[in-house]
């Protein structure tokens, strides 16, 4: 296997620093060497490569962007950088390190109190600990203003109902964060694993992620401490502004995918022989598929850019996200079915990593807001107009 020197139509590294040259070539590395090696195996097993947490926690991959509590603050282009690489590996190591960083440890960081910051982030941080994200429910996914799951006020305490649906990395979480409808809103929960009433079981048969652990929570009757609740934020803007971050990250991670595509049916036209022993990348058809990738890559990764540069100046909102996470994951799709269909019957095999990344990115255009539902956020930004209902 041939390092990955990745794929620069458009001299976009000479929009890099050094500094995010170096952060980016870490993990390409990182991946070149502990992950493509196995991944079918652990996706065709359904298996979590969890001896890896070690190893990423020392890179500074869980929490990247976020400042103090021994986090290394590093810039929002060098966090996208780190996801791209990550999910050119695999999408499922992508969703979790997605969802400890900005699912789990932004909203600590950002909605904490100080005890739960001290408590949580460090050891979230080295991946002492490990956490998840509770908001789509059985019946609520792209709705979750219509949630179920409540807690009620008793005491010193709250008790937590409900049940969540979805939920990566939620039975190998030490902490869940939780939301539930409160008296005064929507308000996150950090509820240990352990904690009476509350149960975590893995979802079976997903052809999507598979090294990645997706979960049911249930809680029936949960007790927690009133210092569980997250202090800083009550409503839906909560968990919604915890989706802009991880949002970001996809954008940025699915270039990854792309480029792993684009790679293997490139390397694989050029010897595959077809008619007149010419090969296939010879044929016109076949050079319009790459001619269209490349153009599409490339304009993802200066969208991404662009917001990643826009988000290190404070700039960036939750729609301008949209943009990236829905152009770029349909991009990404896109990239790999025609990556899949120059491969023709190999295509489908594990052999190679495409049908995996197809099938991951399946699950990515669902997840974080649905394809549908960016097209709606983006169509409400530029009309005035909300049209979700
Ligand atoms: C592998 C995986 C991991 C996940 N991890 C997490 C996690 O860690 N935490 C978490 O909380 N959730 C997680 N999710 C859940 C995910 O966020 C939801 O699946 C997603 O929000 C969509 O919800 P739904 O599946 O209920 O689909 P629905 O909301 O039922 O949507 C079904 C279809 O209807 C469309 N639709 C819905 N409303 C509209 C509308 N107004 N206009 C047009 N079209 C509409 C949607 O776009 C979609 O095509 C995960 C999902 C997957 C697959």
Not at 283 to 309: C, N, S, W
Not at 361 to 374: A, F
């Amino acid at each position: 296997m041939f390092p990955f020197r990745g794929v620069d139509y458009m001299e976009i590294d000479s929009l890099l620093s050094d500094q995010e040259k170096l952060v980016r070539q870490t993990v390409r590395d990182f991946i070149d060497r502990e992950v493509l090696p196995h991944i079918e195996d652990w996706n065709r097993e359904a298996k979590f490569p969890r001896h890896l947490v070690p190893l990423m926690a020392e890179m500074g991959l869980f929490g990247a962007n976020l400042e103090g509590y021994g986090c290394p603050g590093m810039s929002n282009v060098e966090y996208g950088l780190i996801m791209q690489e990550l999910e050119r590996g695999d999408g499922g190591l992508r969703s979790f390190v997605s969802v400890q960083g900005a699912l789990v440890m932004y909203p600590i960081h950002q909605y904490g109190s100080d005890e739960q910051k001290r408590r949580w982030l460090p050891a979230l941080h080295e991946g002492r600990a490990l956490g998840c994200f509770g908001l789509t429910e059985p019946d609520f996914g792209s709705n979750p203003a219509g949630m179920r799951t409540r807690a009620v006020k008793s005491g010193g305490e709250y008790v937590l109902n409900g049940e969540k649906a979805w939920i990566t990395s939620g039975t190998i979480a030490d902490v869940a964060l939780v939301w539930a409808r409160a008296e005064d809103g929507i308000r996150g929960f950090l509820v240990e694993k352990g904690t009476p009433g509350f149960t975590s079981k893995d979802i079976k048969g997903k052809w999507s992620l598979r090294a990645s652990v997706t979960s049911t929570l249930a809680l029936q009757d949960v007790r927690v401490a009133a210092s569980s609740v997250l202090p800083g934020v009550a409503g839906l803007k909560g968990p919604l502004s915890c989706l802009t971050q991880a949002r970001y990250g996809i954008g940025w991670g699915v270039i990854g995918a792309a480029m792993a595509c684009y790679n293997e049916a490139l390397e694989y036209a050029k010897v595959r022989k077809q008619f007149d022993d010419k090969p296939i990348a010879s044929h016109q058809l076949v050079q319009e598929k790459f001619a269209d990738m490349i153009t599409e890559i490339t304009k993802a990764q200066l969208l991404a850019l662009q917001v990643g540069r826009l988000k290190d100046r404070g700039r960036a909102d939750f729609a301008h996200v949209s943009m990236i996470k829905r152009n770029n994951v349909r991009m990404a799709l896109d990239v790999a079915r025609a990556a899949r269909d120059i491969l023709g019957a190999n295509g489908v095999a594990d052999e190679y990593p495409i049908f995996r990344h197809m099938c991951n990115l399946e699950s990515v255009i669902t997840y974080e807001g649905t394809h549908n539902i960016h097209t709606l956020i983006i169509g409400e930004r530029v009309t005035g107009i909300p049209a979700y209902k």
